[in-house]
């Protein structure tokens, strides 16, 4: 075995008293794909962050070619770290060109070198085997081309060491795998890659080694050949998972219809009939900027519909869906995407989150009780599960998924005809998550009318009935949930022709 | 059962706003300044006026200075609504508060009070409508809205006034309620206090305060919850012309008079007393007390700098300067705690 390049050393870091990396210890060595997998708060992108010098660990130190490395962001570039950020960090108004060299502009002079800087930015392109027209802005780039360009801007400063952080989380199967083809041809050229992912199938198509974390610890590192994709779960996880998909549920056809939506357009959508019955969970299926958040944000009229008609029938009213207020009045309730920036005030209280939907219920009269709110809060949070059910808490000193459940409790205290969920369990961790899931089929059983976008397939199949596939803004199949496969949905999602590969 | 518990309190402690709390040195002196520094400020300003200053703490002084100070500080406390919705100011309030006071004293000399009262509701109620529909609805910028409002405020008042000093009888009830005092209290601090009190309830007790608070915080979550958002600002927008309305009352009442650009920097003055008091540019945080301890301080800081026989241009400076620091901090502590 070569000598490793890169050896961080018992790196421990903690926040707020709780170790979020407890002594671990990585090396990875020139031409070696090594993968680093854990649950959600497992550790892996603090620690990536340690490497990269973003973050200063408390203890441990980090060695590139064996000589210890100062703890800033420039002098791990300098030693040949590169981090490729899971959010990505490109500026969309400049070009792929300058894209690749931000905050690194061949100059003369205080002159940008434009040519230059052309032209190694069209040798990087090439070296990744990626093309895209270097004036092109990144805004008119697709989600994966601009991960490409993320890449480049990496590759671009001569690493000995590249570190991804989930690059596939938003890639199609067919994308997917060139970028892990991709990274097999830069491992062969000698580049060290640290891989980070949820996706175990990857990690077994390409990494040599496996590193697994787990509440901040080091489980198990070792090579890929002694080990199983059962095997990497289970370390992962450390606890069984209860596989409740296996009881699907049946569908429902006897409810009223509670939504209708019929010749939905919108940017992205191009007309999209749906319908939802009391009773019933229907589930969106489909890849991410298939048009699935746009079709029920231009449903509930959270944004611009272009055309298409919405009724949603409650209490045995008709109200005709015209903007978001009117279907908040209609009776609808809607759990966004974006938790942390649409669900949720995470400066304010779980008691003033809560209020907010619920005022003419709460405060008739227009003036605040606390007392009352708190009290009124507090039922719901305990219907939710909520834990520690304290209600003067911010929310935003809650895990993700007991935030989640404060976004649903302030729904529930309208007693909704019609909820909407969009990835309802997006970076909730699995216990948060089986109780999400358990409240929404009691929604359903008591007669309301749900609707889930989710990506997380097992999620899909086990809460909805009926599996809407949604693909550049049109519906292109419906399951039934009972004989759906992840397979199934998938192949409609991505297309019959990328399903092979 | 027990171990899904255990990692949610894992989870809860690790959530990464739980650092927040636990920042150190330095930084926690900035996060404390940015929040409690007012009160530390301005203890220390009224216990060394009162040892240092010859004649600050003499009836006369107080009573002047309150005079000075419950104009501007009325204006504030309505301001600090817009401020909260974090749409940063109304500069307007200049043009509006000239407005009330022009209308106040030449339109109860044509007619009769009940009739310019009611002429001055009509027009603080424009005011608030074309800049809250303006920047609430149409999402426009409230600097540049209310830059505009102004122009064309003070060019209607001009055009109305013709630009001249207009004067109240010395006999009448304007000119008395302007001298009159309640106990050492002159009724314009009074006035103050009423709108305070009042203002304090609508904002921390009622549903519209609430919303107010809540959009400040986070306006996409408060829309989403079912909000009517345009109505929130429009409303901020109406209580700061409502404040602006009495304020420009007083300030005429004060010396019976009043002409277009007698309040004159009431935008800017207001608006560093909200500042200093702690309220954040950045919206969600703040209140009325905060702003009326603010209101002290800044008045106080002008009566001292007066008191000392400091010339007007030092005054400015000093102001200018105040700013500078107070939204530093605001700044500073707002990205401090965000880590």
């Not at chain 1, 003036?367 to 599960?385: G, W």
């Not at chain 2, 304090?200 to 979550?221: A, I, Q």
């Not at chain 2, 026989?309 to 400015?316: D, T, V």
Request: contains cysteine.
């Amino acid at each position: 075995m070569t000598a490793p390049v890169i050896e961080a050393r018992s790196i421990i870091k903690s926040f707020g008293g709780v170790r979020a990396v407890d002594d671990v210890t990585v090396t990875v060595a020139p031409g070696e794909i090594h993968a680093v997998v854990g649950e959600n708060g497992a550790g892996k992108s603090t620690l990536m962050r340690i490497l990269a010098g973003v973050e200063t660990p408390d203890s441990g130190d980090v060695q590139v070619d064996g000589m210890a490395i100062e703890n800033s962001a420039k002098s791990s570039i300098d030693a040949g770290i590169s981090l490729v950020h899971q959010e990505l960090s490109l500026v969309p108004e400049m070009t792929v060109a300058e894209n690749i060299f931000l905050g690194a502009f061949p100059t003369a002079g205080g002159w940008t070198k434009t040519k230059q800087m052309k032209k190694l930015a069209a040798d990087t392109l090439r070296e990744i085997g990626v093309e895209v027209d270097l004036d092109e802005r990144i805004s008119r780039l697709s989600v994966a081309l601009r991960q490409f360009v993320e890449i480049a801007r990496a590759i671009a400063r001569n690493p000995k060491v590249l570190i991804l952080d989930e690059p596939t989380a938003s890639l199609t199967p067919a994308e997917t795998n060139y970028l892990l083809e991709m990274l097999q041809r830069l491992a062969g050229k000698g580049l060290a890659i640290i891989y980070i992912s949820h996706r175990i199938p990857e990690v077994f198509k390409i990494c040599n080694s496996v590193t697994i974390l787990r509440d901040g610890k080091l489980v198990l590192s070792d090579s890929i050949e002694s080990l199983t994709p059962e095997k990497v779960i289970e370390q992962m996880v450390g606890r069984e998972l209860l596989l409740d998909a296996s009881k699907r549920r049946k569908v429902n056809d006897t409810g009223e219809v509670v939504l209708s939506a019929v010749g939905i357009k919108a940017p992205g959508v191009n007309g999209i009939d749906l319908e939802v019955k009391s009773g019933q969970i229907i589930g969106l299926g489909g890849l991410v900027g298939a048009g699935r958040t746009e079709l029920i944000r231009a449903i509930l009229g959270a944004d611009l519909r272009t055309g298409g008609r919405v009724v949603i029938t409650s209490q045995g009213k008709k109200h005709s869906v015209t903007s978001y207020l009117s279907a908040i009045r209609a009776g609808v309730a809607y759990v966004p995407e974006e938790r942390r920036t649409d669900g949720l005030a995470l400066g304010m209280t779980v008691s003033e989150n809560i209020f907010l939907p619920n005022r003419k219920q709460v405060a008739p009269r227009g003036i605040l009780s606390k007392a009352k709110n708190d009290s009124f809060a507090k039922e719901l949070s305990e219907k939710v599960n909520l834990r520690p059910p304290e209600v003067t808490r911010e929310a935003g000193k809650y895990s993700g998924g007991n935030q989640q459940k404060i976004v649903i409790a302030k729904w529930l205290g309208r007693k909704p005809a019609f909820v909407v969920l969009d990835e309802p369990t997006r970076g909730v961790d699995v216990g948060a998550k089986s109780e999400i899931h358990k409240l929404v089929k009691q929604l359903a059983d008591d007669g309301v009318a749900v609707l889930v976008i989710s990506s997380d397939l097992p999620e899909l199949l086990e809460l909805s009935e009926i599996i809407h596939v949604v693909r550049d803004g049109r519906i292109v199949g419906s399951l039934i949930g009972e004989d759906a496969t992840e397979k199934s949905v998938m192949s409609l999602a991505a297309g019959e022709k990328l399903v092979g590969a | 059962m027990a171990k899904e518990s255990l990692t949610q309190a894992m989870a809860i402690a690790k959530s990464p706003d739980e650092a927040k709390r636990e920042v150190k040195g330095s930084a926690a002196f900035v996060v404390f300044m940015a929040d409690k520094g007012i009160f530390v400020f301005t203890a220390i300003l009224i216990a060394a006026s009162m040892t240092f200053v010859d004649g600050f703490a003499s009836l006369q002084n107080l009573t002047d200075l309150f005079h000075r100070a419950a104009p501007i500080g009325i204006v504030a406390l309505g301001m600090t609504f817009v401020v909260i919705t974090g749409n940063y100011l109304d500069l307007s309030v200049v043009a509006q508060a000239a407005a009330a006071g022009v209308i106040l004293i030449a339109v109860s000399n044509a007619t009769n009070l009940a009739t310019a009262f009611a002429v001055a509701f009509v027009v603080a109620i424009m005011f608030g409508l074309v800049n809250g529909i303006a920047v609430g609805y149409f999402k426009a910028n409230a600097v540049i809205v209310t830059l505009a409002t102004t122009y064309m405020g003070l060019g209607l008042l001009r055009l109305l006034s013709g630009g001249s000093q207009v004067f109240g009888p010395s006999d009448g009830p304007i000119a008395t309620f302007g001298t009159s005092k309640l106990g050492p209290f002159p009724y314009s601090a009074v006035v103050l206090v009423v709108v305070a009190i009042v203002l304090t309830f609508v904002l921390s007790k009622t549903n519209f305060g609430f919303m107010v608070r809540s959009f400040g915080v986070n306006e996409k979550s408060t829309r989403l919850s079912g909000t009517n958002t345009g109505f929130i600002v429009v409303g901020a927008f109406l209580v700061t012309s409502m404040a602006a309305m009495v304020g420009g009352f007083v300030l005429a009442a004060f010396s019976n008079t009043a002409v277009s650009n007698m309040a004159t920097g009431f935008d800017f003055q207001a608006l560093a007393a909200i500042i200093v008091g702690g309220t954040s540019v950045f919206g969600g945080k703040g209140s009325i007390p905060r702003t009326l301890l603010g209101v002290v301080f800044v008045s106080i800081l002008s009566n001292v700098l007066v008191l000392s026989q400091i010339s007007y241009g030092w005054q400015q400076v000093a102001i200018g300067s105040l700013i500078v620091f107070a939204v530093t901090v605001d700044a500073l502590g707002r990205r401090v705690g965000k880590k």
